[in-house]
DNA sequence: TTAAATATGTTTGCACTGTAAACATTATTT
DNA sequence: AAATAATGTTTACAGTGCAAACATATTTAA
């Protein structure tokens, strides 16, 4: 009999996730939901993720390929305060597209984030891209700037993005007929906390 | 047979839930882990509550009240940049002290907040502050403000607030030795934000 | 090439969860 | 006092994470 091994489950299994994320949400995953999606016995995940936790893992860091695949399509940028509002730009839409993903990537969902390596790297990799704008910025500007510094205004930039989307995307204000001009308006501010 | 009636159990029931997400974490609170709490039978919180949303709506409005009480008692600031900062401190500190209050209040565990007219009203509450002051601000400076712009700022505001409350409170920042100093350059920035 | 080891499935079982339904007791209203 | 409403309990069911024992396929070593 073949099919008793399926060959390429741990990958089904992630993809069955994302699946019901995208179309039911977040507390409709389980283990044994990508199970039975696939056909496969209720435990057979555990062969490929220790728990729960690993799978939501998983998912996330293909948010965080999907993300890094939007921003890298803007690198070549010279005015780096521009660079930096369409960095934003981006990272917003992509919450709004996909809220599921974004939950899983920034919320509370991971326990101990930096037990995960290639999760914290990825997320790492993100936050670095900031800082190095900065800098760039106040080169740019002939102003002095520690890295400590940028650091602080990365922290401050990436906050204002985070709660903008998630106040969109938890608190439903695409019902806002002026979304789009909203958003506008929350770059704007982004600027401002570049000097 | 007395105490067949329990007398204040809705209460009870709250303030189980509390203590639970306090000492064990939101993942560990179960209607029938309040129950067990109390010593009554696994059903009898749902005489008081639908069900398990509407038991976290309470808490979060426990939250509310506690919040909205450090808020208030700094009412009578003539500088309405230092009211600003000083209400996005409490706001910061409150986070960081009740991380799993806020985490009910400002997280994604009700689905439609708008469905609950006193949780509403507690949040919004909080958001006609922020763009009350912002309004004084303006007008301190003599500068014409519309309450939609105002209205923005109040937005960018909370964003930033909201964002690093979760960044410190999900990534356990608290680890960072600056975190006080650091806290100090956040709320700067978001003098930068008024203007 | 065969035997042992490893990887990857299934079955079974347990403790926990939310919540509906039927029933019991007490408090309140008529 | 009797009917009604409020507030408990018991029972039941389906869903969950996950551990353990077992089955089969694949890989590795002799």
Do not use: W
């Not at 990825?122 to 700037?145: M, V």
């Amino acid at each position: 009999m073949t099919n008793y091994h399926h060959g390429n489950l741990k990958n089904s299994i992630i993809e069955a996730g994302i699946n019901i994320i995208f179309d039911e949400g977040i507390e409709k995953l389980s283990i044994r939901a990508t199970a039975k999606l696939i056909g496969v016995s209720h435990t057979a995940p555990y062969r490929h993720f220790k728990n729960k936790e690993e799978l939501i893992v998983a998912i996330a860091l293909k948010g965080f390929e999907k993300l890094e695949g939007k921003i890298k399509s803007l690198k070549n940028y010279s005015n780096t305060k521009d660079l930096m509002v369409k960095t934003g730009k981006i990272f917003i839409e992509f919450a709004c597209d996909n809220r599921n993903y974004y939950r899983i990537m920034f919320g509370n969902y991971i326990n101990n984030k930096t037990d995960y390596h290639d999760f914290f790297e990825a997320y790492d990799k993100l936050f670095k891209r900031l800082t190095e704008i900065i800098l760039k910025y106040k080169n740019q500007k002939l102003k002095k700037c520690s890295t400590d510094e940028a650091s602080i205004t990365a922290i401050a930039i990436f906050s204002i993005l985070h709660g903008y989307s998630l106040l969109i995307i938890d608190n439903n204000e695409d019902k806002n007929i002026g979304q789009k001009k909203q958003i506008n308006s929350i770059l704007k501010k982004i600027e401002n906390l570049l000097d």
